[in-house]
């Protein structure tokens, strides 16, 4: 592996970084690096430390090379004089180290290339544009999203920003880096578009659903756009070639043959022809869901909910405009995600048929057990990002699901104002802002607020002792007045709260009094009956158009 001097310096500032100043007799270790990696950067005299000297431990002593072995590193962790660190090659290294691994301080691969990316992505910015970054952030999250083939380590993610930096290239001529087919940039208009054919073409043609298929027959199933004949034969020659090698080994080949780069090969212009996709809805006219969704109802103010069990399945029914397509003629992308990640994607072939759809099950889903989480049906054409359409919320869990009425999900909010503002309609905040039925809480003190018109989720936390408060003061139908606890030297709480009622003067004979204090006990009253039916405290929406907010809440306030 050749290092750059930008590896080096960056890699160099993220340890320094992570290590902090050290003390004498200092020593850490890093075995999270490929033993590649490890040689290329003791032999390169640029990877330096301030305050710190570094050994590659491996089977072996090599002076020039900062290579020593483990019994070495042993004495050096003994006599405890200089700061050290250990790059650990793993292969070579051997069991002498196990001594160092117990003593010594780890540095781990998430803190490293934390400081070490931020550098790096950095740098992409300031030597080129923060365009191109941003290009370079969406090609490692395409290349992420397909995991059947090709996984992005810390390390590639690094070294692709560290190499668009230094050769100050596109991204898209070095997405070959993370696994992903070079693309030949045209035009910033075209980014999304680049990228998911970048993403198509290897799955097409490197996928294990076309194992058994000729380079011929690969081709073909492309369905190029005018390619030359010597562009299809190097592209066949290209693909027997990498039939018996990685896949990273045939890319490195790819990418000194630009003339087959995404935009030097384009596809066929029928995903431009889609004017529309429709997705065929879950539920039936008379509002039940379809069995072949593979959905189940668990309760009718709650999004339906997919069971990851042995038996699950999803299914997702689409139908095209215009309907009279040839098959293969387009590449649909179906994904299922939320609104921070995706979570399963497959590349479909356009069948002709009536309806177009596709299956998911439990194999296509990399979810800890305990997942709860809400998600969505993003259905698009591969090549043309301007049609797409997605599916209402639903709710993905495993095993067989507790009580639906106890638990919820949701995108965690600060306040569901913050919220609402990604809704962008002045009407809808408004309705919230006088409904009573939108909320629900869920066992882990969150107030849930659902808006099945937009498929939204929101979730704020509530703190239980707040809860207990508000639950009181509904109880007592707003009576006046204020609470109080007893806790313990820790802070912990002694007792449940106590109310204290507000002590008002005898001033009866007194009319002006009399009628602020009816005002005030009127207007507690009201707001206690809004908080025990619209969320408590955090369930309050505020909209000054609402009526709401001049019967209710303005009132409170002045009152």
């Known amino acids: 592996m050749t290092l750059t001097e930008l590896h080096s310096t960056f890699i160099s500032r993220a340890f320094e970084k992570v290590l902090g100043q050290p003390d004498a007799g200092t020593m850490a270790f890093v075995r999270c690096l490929t033993p590649d990696i490890v040689e290329a950067l003791s032999t390169d005299k640029r990877f330096v430390l301030d305050d710190w000297h570094v050994y590659r431990v491996a089977d072996e002593q090599v002076d020039e090379t900062r290579t ?138 490197f996928g294990s659903a076309f194992a058994g298929q000729t380079p011929a027959q690969l081709v073909d199933s492309l369905r190029l756009l005018n390619p030359s004949e010597q562009q ?68 009718e103010v709650e999004p339906p909910v997919l069971i990851l069990d042995q038996k699950a399945k999803l299914e997702i029914r689409w139908k095209t405009r215009p309907d009279n397509l040839e098959r293969n003629a387009v590449q649909y992308q179906v994904t299922i995600g939320t609104d921070m990640e995706e979570l399963a994607s497959r590349e479909v072939s356009h069948t002709a048929k009536k309806e177009e759809k596709f299956r998911f099950t439990k194999d296509d889903f990399s979810l800890s057990e305990d997942a709860l989480l809400s998600a969505k049906v ?110 313990r030297a820790s802070g912990a709480r002694a007792g449940l709260p106590e109310f204290v009622p507000s002590m008002v003067p005898d001033a009866s004979s007194d009319t002006l009094w009399q009628s602020l204090r009816d005002r005030a006990v009127n207007a507690s009253r009201r707001m206690a009956e809004r908080f025990g039916t619209s969320g408590g405290g955090v369930g309050q929406i505020y909209d000054q158009t609402s009526p709401v907010f001049n019967t209710i809440v303005k009132e409170y306030l002045l009152a």
């Open 68 to 205: 020593i072995t483990a019994d070495q590193a042993v004495e050096l962790r003994e006599s405890k004089r200089d700061p050290v660190l250990l790059l650990v090659d793993t292969s070579r290294a051997g069991a002498g180290m196990d001594g160092i691994y117990s003593a010594a301080r780890e540095i781990d691969e998430a803190g490293l290339f934390a400081e070490a990316l931020r550098l790096a992505a950095r740098e992409v910015t300031n030597r080129l544009d923060r365009s191109i970054r941003e290009y370079a952030e969406r090609a490692i999250k395409k290349a992420r999203g397909f995991g059947q083939i090709y996984s992005v380590s810390p390390w590639t993610e690094f070294d692709f920003y560290v190499r668009v930096a230094d050769t100050q290239r596109h991204p898209g001529e070095l997405v070959w880096l993370l696994g992903l087919w070079p693309i030949q940039q045209e035009s910033e208009a075209d980014v999304g578009d680049s990228l998911q054919l970048s993403r198509f073409f290897i799955d097409r043609l």
């Open 378 to 487: 993003v259905v698009s054409v591969i090549g043309n990002d301007s049609v797409k359409t997605q599916e209402s919320e639903f709710i993905i869990r495993f095993g067989t699901p507790p009580d639906r009425g106890t638990s919820g999900v949701g995108k965690i909010m600060r306040t569901f104002s913050d919220g609402l503002i990604e809704l962008g309609r002045r009407d809808t905040v408004k309705d919230l802002a006088s409904t009573t039925d939108s909320f629900s809480s869920d066992s882990k003190g969150y107030v849930v607020l659902r808006i099945p018109q937009q498929g939204k989720s929101y979730r704020v936390f509530r703190p239980p002792l707040i809860h207990q408060i508000e639950q009181d003061w509904v109880s007592r139908n707003g009576e006046i007045g204020r609470w109080r606890v007893k806790v």
């Open 232 to 299: 299809k034969i190097d592209l066949e020659q290209f693909l027997r070639s990498a039939a018996i090698r990685p896949l990273l080994a045939s890319l490195v080949e790819l990418s000194e043959k630009p003339e087959l780069w995404i935009n030097a090969l384009k596809l066929e212009g029928a995903s431009q022809a889609i004017q529309e996709i429709e997705l065929v809805p879950w539920r039936t006219r008379q509002g039940k869901l379809a069995k072949w969704s593979g959905l189940i109802e668990e309760a």
